[in-house]
């Protein structure tokens, strides 16, 4: 008995096997994290401005922790939980493109997300 509790006791310390996102997720967040790179607008984030391609860097490297910890199955969690504040300040990430108005980062993804899921 002391044996088979010790057993289930170790490997509950052990870290769970990484689940990938299912691959519509998979394709949505990599449509995201290339539309945030191709679209030549500045992201905020803690005070700073950023180009597009750092904001991708950024989110990319935010997204691969949160599936490493299996916290990604929606689209919509990756936007909550990756891209909408953060994890240092809690401030929100905020979006501004030439002659548009600046935005929180999770009212752009959502608008973009919609336009990727709209039916051609």
């Known amino acids: 008995m002391l044996l088979g509790s ?10 769970a096997a990484r689940a990938e996102p299912p691959k519509n997720v998979q394709t949505e967040i990599g449509f995201l994290l290339g539309d945030i790179e191709r ?3 500045e ?3 803690n005070g700073t401005w950023h180009g597009a391609g750092e904001a991708q860097a950024h989110l990319r490297d935010k997204y691969e922790y949160l599936v490493s910890r299996n916290l990604v199955n929606t689209t919509e969690e990756f936007i909550e939980r990756a891209a909408t504040k953060s ?9 501004r493109c030439t002659g548009g108005a600046i935005m929180t980062s999770n009212q752009w993804l959502h608008s ?6 709209k039916p051609q």
């Open 6 to 15: 010790g057993l289930i006791l170790g490997l509950m310390g052990l870290p």
């Open 39 to 41: 679209s030549g607008c």
């Open 43 to 45: 992201f905020y984030r």
């Open 87 to 95: 994890s240092f300040s809690s401030q929100p990430y905020k979006v």
């Open 112 to 117: 973009e997300l919609a336009r990727f899921r």
